[in-house]
Each structure stands twice: as C-alpha cells, then as structure tokens.
C-alpha cells in the first residue's frame, strides 16, 4: 500500500495530539476543510511506506540542536548525541491497522500507553551504541557505521533547516537568548533521510536512565555555552561543583554548525 498519509495539526502538535494515518481521499478532505474551518493549520505528509526497521518494529531518530542569540547574533549547534525512539508494536501497512497508533507513531506520549511498553527496550528508547550493534549484526554486508553514514546526515539536514531560517528565528533581535530544537528523522530501507518535524520544547522527561545522562549532559553543555558567559561567576568561584559536590560539567558534545557573522551574509543575498 503506496497511498497513505500523515495528517498532524500544525499547532499544538507535539506529543503525538491529533495526529492520523489515512489512505481515503474524502477522509482527508473531510480533515482538511475540518481544520480550516476552525482556523487550524494542517500539515499533509506522505506516509514513508518502506521504512527502515529495527526488530520489525518503527523507529525514529531523535536529536537536538541549539540556537543561541547573543546581542543579536545567531549561533547554532548540533549536539552528537540522540537516541533511538522505538514502537511497541510490529509493523504493518494492512488496512485494519492503520489507526493503530502503537504501530505507526513512535511518540513516547502516545507509546507509553502500551500494554507493550517497555517490554523489548527500557522505555522503548535505544542509544546509538546499542543501534550500532543492530546495524553491524544485520545489515553487516554493508558496512553501515551509525556516526558515518547516518548521523552525518541528519547533522546535514538539522544544519541546512537553520541556514533556510536564521533571519527568522529572532526577528526582535533580542539582546540574550537560546532555545533547544528537539529534531526526529526517519529512514528509509534505501537509508534516505526523512526529516519529520522540529519540535520547539521536546521533552526532556526522563523515562529510562539512558535519557537521564542524556538529559543531565545536554542541559549542562547548553547552559556552558548559552548561559556561563554571560553571568560568570565572582571571583574564586569555581563553578556549580562547588555547591553541588558533583561534577556536573561533562564534556561538551555540541558542534557549531552555524555562525551568522560567516554564514549569514551569503546567504541572506541567495534569500
């Protein structure tokens, strides 16, 4: 079955709400009109119909970027760690299953709600490590490294959503600010990147202790580059250590991808 779509609102999307999987024309329009009526934005995606998949199951690929604003000056980053959110049930295109959110839409709001949740990973998540090992034992005749030939590009795609709208991020131009992308990509059998949505508040709800490093790493980075600069600290202080007894500085993961001062004046020419 070729012909299926995605059909999300374009406002208050995230977490799964409102999201349908539908292959009939006039169920489509019906949704369309619906939500146009009631000043809503619809978003049509053409359902991904041989998607890569890991134990029978979907997958996506959640990442993150950070965009920061310093005296109006727009950086962005990309941060080398992810993982992997999974399905709790087996795929399937049949016909009677298409409205099976467990199947099809990988969200952890919508998941948790599984009888099968948790029963094949903890929390349904996966790290890149672990699906490295996936990759090497099943797709071994190809050589697939996960950080070579994956990662490198989603890292492309996330890079080229923020060079096609950097001039739009900040348009006030304020003195001081950043926020945190939270970016989910699929793949195809062919492994084609899709980029599905950025989300603008993705969740950081620590369901497993995988996400809780992960979390933990990532705030800590963002705050050292978005934060620490612009509020350092009176003299001998030597950092949030010093309060908390731990070591909260981990090393730091984000990699530039974007500097408007280099960047930007090319491309807002092309623009």
């Known amino acids: 079955m070729k012909n299926v779509w995605v059909i999300k609102p374009g406002e208050n999307s995230n977490r799964g709400i409102g999201i349908m999987v539908e292959t009939k024309f006039a169920n489509i329009v019906n949704e369309v009109q619906n939500g146009c009526q009631n000043g809503r934005t619809i978003i049509l995606q053409k359902y991904i119909s041989n998607p890569l998949l890991y134990k029978n199951r979907k997958f996506d690929i959640r990442c993150f970027s950070l965009v920061t604003s310093i005296n109006g000056h727009i950086k962005a980053y990309f941060y080398k760690n992810g993982y992997i959110r999974t399905a709790s049930k087996e795929y399937t295109l049949n016909q009677n299953q298409l409205h099976n959110k467990f199947i099809h839409l990988v969200n952890d709001a919508v998941q948790k709600h599984s009888e099968d949740y948790g029963k094949h990973e903890t929390a349904n998540k996966l790290s890149y490590a672990d699906f490295q090992k996936f990759l ?33 991020l900040d348009t006030s131009r304020r003195i001081n600010s950043y926020e945190l992308f939270g970016y989910d990509f699929m793949f195809d059998t062919e492994f084609r990147p899709y980029l599905i949505e950025v989300n603008s508040n993705p969740s950081l709800e620590c369901s497993s202790s995988l996400l809780s490093k992960l979390f933990h790493d990532m705030l800590e980075n963002t705050f050292t580059i978005a934060i620490d600069p612009l509020f350092p600290g009176p003299p001998g202080f030597t950092g949030r250590k010093a309060i908390t007894g731990i070591d909260i500085c981990p090393l730091n993961q984000f990699e530039l991808i974007f500097d408007e001062r280099t960047d930007g004046p090319d491309l807002l020419e092309k623009l």
Request: without cysteine; glycine residues 0%.
């Open 136 to 168: 090497s034992s099943q797709y071994a005749h190809l050589n697939i490294n996960f950080e070579r030939d994956i990662l490198s590009q989603v890292q492309k795609i996330v890079t080229d959503t923020i060079r096609a709208t950097f001039h739009l």
